[in-house]
C-alpha cells in the first residue's frame, strides 16, 4: 500500500535542487519546450502545466510536480475544465496521469517504492492498447492536388497481436487543430495566426487513414520506427499526459509534424532535430531528417518502410493497365453500369473492366458526397460478384518514395543578360518545387513556390557620355522579384474526367510594381517525349511596367494561355509558357517564357530560362540550383 | 425519483443505441472541402459532442478511446462501408481480409475462403444499394459468412 510522506517529498525536491534536474535535457523535452534567447517557454498553455508559470519554468514546473505527484492530489484536484465529467478518472492520482513524468523521476531520483502508485485503471488500459512499436505516418501529396504537397504525419501505435491482416485496427495518434465546423477564408487565417487550438487525440488507425486514403486521394507512407518497448511504453506514457494539453496551432510552423517531432524527442532526447525547423516544418522535411539521422549508426531510427496506395492512385494504375478495348468497356460501363455481351473479352478481363468503373464511380462519390452514385456502383458490384474470384492483374509499378524527392528549400545562384546588360543574381526559394524539376516523390506537372526572393546586381555600363535612359530603371544592387506564391496545378483531361488546370501567382517586381496572375483551363496529356502535358488556359494579368519608350504603364490584361511541360528524360525537364494578353488601353503583349531543368544529381540542379518584357527587351539566365531542407 | 426515471430513460437509449451500432454515420468525415485539403489534414474535425480523448470518455462502442472488443466488426463495418462492399463484390482487398482476420480467419487460406464466400453471398449481404452497416454485419451471419473460419 503506498502512503505519501512529507519529509519524503522535501528530500526528493531538495536533491532536484540539488542536481538542478530542471536542466536535463529528458526533462526539457518532456515540456515540449523550446529554447529562447534567455529562457525556456512552452506553446502547451493550457491542460499541462502544473504550476501557473511551468510554460516558461522548467524549474518551477519540475518543483510543483515533485510536490504533486508525491502528495494525496487526484486528477480532480488540478482539473480545472468543466467538460470533463468522467468520475472514474478525475478520481484518479496525478500520477496516473502524469505517466512519463513519474517515470522518469524515479530513474533519476531515489524514490521509495512507497511512493509509487499503481494506477490498475491506467494499466489495464494500456495492456488493452497493447502498444509494443510505433511507425510515423505520412499522408503524402494527393497526386492530383498540388497545394496538397505538404502532406501530413502522425504515429501509428501498433499492438503485434494485429500483426496478421488486422494492422487496420491498430491506433492513430494525431496532433491537430480543433477547428470545428467553420469553413472559408477566416478558417485559413485563424489557422495561419494561430486561432486554432492544436491537441492530441486517438482514433483508430483504419478511420484516421480513411480520410486520407479515400477522401483526398492521398497515398500513405509508413516509415516503422527503431524504438525499444520501453520506448514505446513511454511514449504511449507521455501521449496520455499531453491528452488534455491545449497549444496554438499554426499551419506552417507549430503543426502537426513539428509535436509530432517533439513527441519522439521526449522519448529520445538525442534525436533532437525539431527545433531546427522552428519557422516553416514541412512534413515530409522531418521524414527526410529523420531518415538522415538513420544513416547516422547510433540514431538508426527508422527500420523499415511500408507503402499504402491511395484509391485514386489504385484507379488511375488500374486504368492505365487496361488494353484498348477494356478502356473503351470500361467508358461503356460507367455509362451503361454493364459490359454488353458483344464486347470479346475473357471473364479476366471483364473483371478489370468492372473493378476500374467500380473505383471510378468510388472517386467520384468520395470526391463529391459520400451518398452519390450509390445505385450506379451498386450495379456494377452486381455485375463483378456475379463473375467470382478472377485473378485480376496486379499493379507492378514502381513506387516513389516522397523521402527521396528533391528537398523544398532552394537557393539560385545564376548570370544572364538583359538586353545589352549582364546581371548576376541569388534566389531563395522557401518552398516547394519547380515545374521543370525532377518530379520523382512529388506531384508531377506542379509548380509549388511559396516565398522566393531574387536580388540581382546589375553591372550598368560605364562607357557611354549620355545617360542611357533605357536602364534607368536598373540600380546597381536591387531586389529583383518577391513571389508570395506561384501555383500550377496540371489535372489532365481524361475519357472519364474533365478536371480543370489552374495556375495563380502573386509577385512584387523592383520599385513595388505587383505581378499578378490567374489562369484557368484544362490540360491534356500528350504522348511525346518521356510523358508531357499541354493546358490550354484563359489568363488574366495585372501589372504595371515600363513599355518600349520608357513609359510607366498600368497593365490589366486577358488573354490565351498555352503552357507545354515535359519530361523530356530521366534528367531533363522543359517548360513553355505562350501568353497573349490584349491590354487594357494599351499594345498587346505576346510574352514568352521557355525554361529547361538539367538534373546533376540529387538536390543540384543548373536551370536556363529565356523571356521577353513588356518593354521589348528579352532576358536570358543561367541558374544553378541548390535544394536543402531550412 | 426523477433522476431514477432519467436513468432508466438514458439507460434504455443506451441500449437502444447499442442496437444500432456504434452511430459513428454523423462524425466520419465524408467531404473535404478545398481549403481542409490546402491545409492537408492537419485538423481535427469536430466530433459532434463525442469525445475522442486518449484515456477518459466512453461511447457505446468505445472506452476510453479503445474500440470494445465486441464492437470491432460493427465499428471497422461503420466506418468502411463503401469500401467493404466494394472489395466484397470483387472478392479481394486489403480491407475485406480485415473484416476475415476480424472473423477470425489467420491463414492466408482461410482468409481466401472467407474473401470467396463473401462475393458469392454479396446479394445476401448487400440487397440493396442503401443497406445499413448494422443490416450488413447481421447478414453476414444469416449467409454464414461471420464463421467460415470457425470450426474449420
Not at chain 1, 492530489?73 to 496516473?96: A, G, R
Not at chain 1, 494499466?123 to 502498444?131: H, M, P, V
Not at chain 1, 537557393?411 to 546581371?423: E, V
Amino acid at each position: 500500500m503506498w502512503g505519501f510522506s512529507h519529509l519524503r517529498t522535501q528530500n526528493y525536491i531538495s536533491q532536484a535542487q540539488k542536481f538542478k534536474l530542471w536542466n536535463a535535457p529528458q526533462w526539457i523535452k518532456l515540456g515540449h519546450y523550446e529554447k529562447g534567447w534567455f529562457s525556456y517557454s512552452s506553446p502547451f498553455t493550457k491542460g499541462f502545466f502544473l504550476s501557473p508559470a511551468g510554460h516558461k519554468s522548467p524549474e518551477l514546473e519540475l518543483l510543483k510536480t515533485i510536490e504533486l505527484l508525491f502528495s494525496n492530489t487526484t486528477i480532480q484536484t488540478i482539473e480545472t475544465s468543466s467538460e470533463i465529467t468522467d468520475t472514474s478518472y478525475l478520481k484518479q492520482h496525478i500520477q496516473c496521469r502524469y505517466l512519463a513524468r513519474t517515470k522518469w523521476l524515479t530513474t533519476v531520483l531515489n524514490i521509495d517504492p512507497q511512493d509509487i502508485v499503481p494506477c490498475h485503471e491506467m494499466q489495464a488500459w494500456k495492456k488493452q492498447l497493447n502498444g509494443k512499436s510505433v511507425a510515423l505516418i505520412f499522408a503524402a501529396a494527393d497526386m492530383g492536388n498540388a497545394s496538397s504537397s505538404f502532406g501530413h504525419t502522425f504515429l501509428k501505435i501498433i499492438n503485434p497481436e494485429n500483426a496478421a491482416n488486422k494492422d487496420l485496427i491498430d491506433y492513430g495518434m494525431n496532433y491537430a487543430a480543433t477547428t470545428g465546423d467553420s469553413e472559408g477564408v477566416l478558417y485559413a487565417l485563424k489557422g495561419l495566426l494561430g486561432f486554432y487550438n492544436g491537441q492530441f487525440a486517438m482514433l483508430p488507425y483504419h478511420q484516421k487513414i480513411r480520410e486520407y486514403i479515400n477522401l483526398e486521394g492521398r497515398d500513405i507512407w509508413e516509415y516503422h520506427l527503431n524504438l525499444t518497448p520501453e520506448e514505446v511504453d513511454f511514449l504511449i506514457d507521455h501521449l496520455v499526459e499531453m491528452e488534455l494539453a491545449r497549444a496554438p496551432y499554426y499551419f506552417f510552423s507549430d503543426n502537426c509534424s513539428y509535436q509530432i517531432l517533439k513527441t519522439l524527442e521526449a522519448v529520445r532526447p538525442e534525436i533532437n532535430i525539431a527545433d531546427r525547423f522552428k519557422h516553416f516544418v514541412i512534413p515530409i522535411d522531418t521524414v527526410k531528417k529523420l531518415h538522415e539521422l538513420s544513416s547516422n549508426y547510433d540514431l538508426k531510427i527508422i527500420a523499415s518502410v511500408k507503402y499504402k496506395k491511395s484509391l485514386k492512385t489504385d484507379y488511375l494504375q488500374s486504368y492505365s493497365q487496361l488494353n484498348m478495348l477494356q478502356k473503351k468497356a470500361v467508358s461503356t460501363a460507367v455509362e451503361k453500369l454493364s459490359v454488353p455481351e458483344d464486347y470479346e473479352l475473357t471473364p479476366q478481363e471483364r473483371a478489370e473492366v468492372l473493378e476500374t468503373a467500380m473505383k471510378y464511380y468510388s472517386v467520384r462519390a468520395f470526391r463529391d458526397s459520400a451518398n452519390t452514385f450509390e445505385n450506379e456502383k451498386y450495379q456494377l458490384y452486381l455485375g463483378r460478384s456475379n463473375l467470382g474470384q478472377q485473378v485480376v492483374t496486379k499493379q507492378t509499378r514502381k513506387e516513389e518514395p516522397p523521402e527521396e524527392s528533391h528537398d523544398s528549400s532552394a537557393l539560385y545562384w545564376g548570370f544572364g543578360l538583359r538586353d545589352q546588360l549582364n546581371f548576376s543574381s541569388l534566389k531563395f526559394r522557401n518552398a516547394f518545387h519547380d515545374i521543370e524539376q525532377k518530379d520523382f516523390g512529388t506531384v508531377a506537372f506542379s509548380h509549388n513556390e511559396m516565398g522566393s526572393l531574387e536580388i540581382r546586381y546589375n553591372q550598368l555600363k560605364q562607357s557611354t557620355n549620355s545617360v542611357d535612359t533605357s536602364q534607368s530603371e536598373f540600380k546597381n544592387l536591387q531586389i529583383h522579384r518577391f513571389t508570395l506564391l506561384n501555383l500550377v496545378n496540371l489535372n489532365p483531361v481524361t475519357p472519364l474526367d474533365t478536371y480543370t488546370s489552374w495556375r495563380v501567382s502573386a509577385a512584387v517586381m523592383s520599385g513595388w510594381k505587383p505581378d499578378l496572375d490567374l489562369a484557368a483551363g484544362y490540360s491534356f496529356d500528350v504522348d511525346i517525349f518521356q510523358r508531357s502535358r499541354i493546358a490550354y488556359m484563359l489568363a488574366v494579368k495585372s501589372s504595371s511596367a515600363f513599355d518600349q519608350f520608357e513609359n510607366y504603364k498600368y497593365l490589366n490584361g486577358l488573354g490565351p494561355n498555352v503552357l507545354f511541360v515535359s519530361r523530356l528524360s530521366e534528367n531533363w525537364g522543359f517548360s513553355l509558357d505562350l501568353y497573349y494578353y490584349l491590354i487594357d488601353k494599351n499594345a498587346d503583349f505576346f510574352r514568352y517564357k521557355a525554361k529547361f531543368n538539367y538534373t546533376l544529381r540529387k538536390n543540384f540542379d543548373v536551370q536556363i530560362h529565356s523571356e521577353n518584357g513588356y518593354d521589348g527587351r528579352s532576358e536570358t539566365q543561367a541558374q544553378l540550383v541548390w535544394n536543402f531542407i531550412l | 425519483m426523477v433522476k431514477v426515471l432519467v436513468a432508466i430513460l438514458f439507460t434504455g437509449s443506451f441500449a437502444m443505441a447499442k442496437d444500432a451500432g456504434c452511430g459513428l454515420g454523423s462524425m466520419i468525415i465524408t467531404q473535404n472541402t478545398k481549403l481542409m485539403q490546402l491545409f492537408a489534414g492537419t485538423t481535427n474535425a469536430s466530433f459532434g459532442s463525442q469525445t475522442f480523448g486518449i484515456t477518459f470518455g466512453t461511447s457505446g462502442c468505445t472506452s476510453k478511446g479503445i474500440v470494445k472488443n465486441d464492437k470491432q466488426i460493427q465499428y471497422f463495418v461503420e466506418v468502411n462501408q463503401d469500401e467493404l462492399t466494394r472489395e466484397m463484390a470483387q472478392g479481394h482487398g486489403e480491407k475485406l481480409s480485415t473484416l476475415a482476420a476480424l472473423n477470425g480467419c489467420a491463414s492466408d487460406t482461410q482468409i481466401l475462403a472467407f474473401n470467396a464466400k463473401a462475393q458469392s453471398s454479396f446479394k445476401t449481404i448487400v440487397p440493396a444499394a442503401q443497406t445499413s452497416a448494422v443490416d450488413f454485419v447481421n447478414n453476414m451471419k444469416t449467409a454464414s459468412v461471420a464463421d467460415v473460419c470457425h470450426g474449420a
